[in-house]
């Protein structure tokens, strides 16, 4: 008879799952019989992504278009899930973006939207979710952050401000956590493969050109492995951990004007 996969019975609901790692995050929970729940605004897409997800592990696999971007979108999708019948074990908050460019040259609604999606929608949707997966004992919370978490981004600041939103919250909710039953964890990848630096526009950064882009399946199982045991921050690749570990030491005014370097155009 074949082992029972650590995920059977229970559901992980993805967002950002139309494109990039979160398509990855959806492949690792499934191949461990997880059913799956997936959100993001494309519609085509994430119904591709449930099909191959369901053909390919044996899993029940949801699509529920949504923007949570939108004020109240966690609440609508929460809805959206419980009007199926659908009870959520897992979490996991990885959809988001970023934007590159001086603060006041870029338009107040990006800037404001992507407050809404990184961190509103994160703290909605975990605080509507908890009580479910407490009185459950068992699931959890893995939250999507980034490198960028670990220090002020000039150039990129209200995206590095969210993440470091995320870092934080995410480990305070990992002590909270302790005893109940549910598992905490915050990925922090570096640069990956996806649409992310498009939609960005940090292609032309020194960033870019100092960095290759981690494919995203392994940076995806990483946070997977880690969340499964409940660690509580996943800094994937060890030249990104070294660099979070140095900016917490270097002088602050040092690593600004490192970010600053790093976050312009080569050239300028
Ligand atoms: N790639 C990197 O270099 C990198 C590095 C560090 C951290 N991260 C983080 O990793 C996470 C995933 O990003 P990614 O790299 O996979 O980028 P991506 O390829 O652009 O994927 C982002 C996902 O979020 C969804 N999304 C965007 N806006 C949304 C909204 N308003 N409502 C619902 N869903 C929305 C997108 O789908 P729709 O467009 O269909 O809505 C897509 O599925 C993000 O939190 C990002 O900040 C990425």
């Given at each position: 008879m074949a082992a029972t996969r650590p995920g059977a019975g229970q559901t992980a609901l993805i967002t950002g799952a139309s494109y990039g790692i979160g398509v990855d995050l959806a492949a690792c929970f499934a191949a461990d019989g997880y059913d799956l729940v997936l959100s993001a605004r494309s519609a085509g897409p994430l119904h591709e992504v449930a099909a191959r997800m369901a053909a390919e592990h044996g899993v029940r696999a949801t699509a529920i278009p949504n923007d949570l971007g939108a004020y109240a979108g966690g609440r609508a999708l929460v809805d959206a899930i419980a009007a199926r019948g659908l009870a959520v074990d897992v979490l996991v908050n990885n959809a988001g973006y970023g934007h590159a460019g001086a603060f006041t040259a870029g338009d107040l609604a990006t800037e404001l939207g992507m407050v809404d999606l990184n961190v509103r929608a994160l703290v909605e949707l975990t605080h509507l979710l908890w009580d479910g997966m407490a009185a459950r004992r068992r699931?959890?919370?893995?939250?999507?952050?980034?490198?960028?978490?670990?220090?002020?981004?000039?150039?990129?600041?209200?995206?590095?401000?969210?993440?470091?939103?995320?870092?934080?919250?995410?480990?305070?909710?990992?002590?909270?956590?302790?005893?109940?039953?549910?598992?905490?964890?915050?990925?922090?990848?570096?640069?990956?493969?996806?649409?992310?630096?498009?939609?960005?526009?940090?292609?032309?950064?020194?960033?870019?050109?100092?960095?290759?882009?981690?494919?995203?399946?392994?940076?995806?199982?990483?946070?997977?492995?880690?969340?499964?045991?409940?660690?509580?921050?996943?800094?994937?690749?060890?030249?990104?951990?070294?660099?979070?570990?140095?900016?917490?030491?270097?002088?602050?005014?040092?690593?600004?004007?490192?970010?600053?370097?790093?976050?312009?155009?080569?050239?300028s």
């Open positions: 699931g959890g919370v893995l939250n999507v952050a980034s490198t960028a978490a670990f220090q002020p981004g000039p150039f990129m600041a209200v995206y590095y401000a969210s993440k470091a939103f995320v870092l934080s919250f995410s480990e305070a909710l990992w002590e909270e956590a302790r005893g109940s039953g549910l598992k905490v964890s915050c990925l922090c990848p570096g640069p990956t493969v996806s649409r992310f630096r498009e939609r960005a526009g940090t292609g032309k950064t020194r960033l870019a050109s100092a960095s290759a882009a981690a494919a995203s399946m392994p940076v995806a199982r990483a946070g997977y492995r880690g969340w499964q045991d409940d660690r509580r921050v996943v800094i994937t690749g060890a030249r990104n951990r070294v660099m979070a570990e140095l900016a917490q030491v270097m002088p602050r005014r040092a690593v600004l004007r490192m970010v600053r370097h790093l976050q312009t155009p080569s050239g």
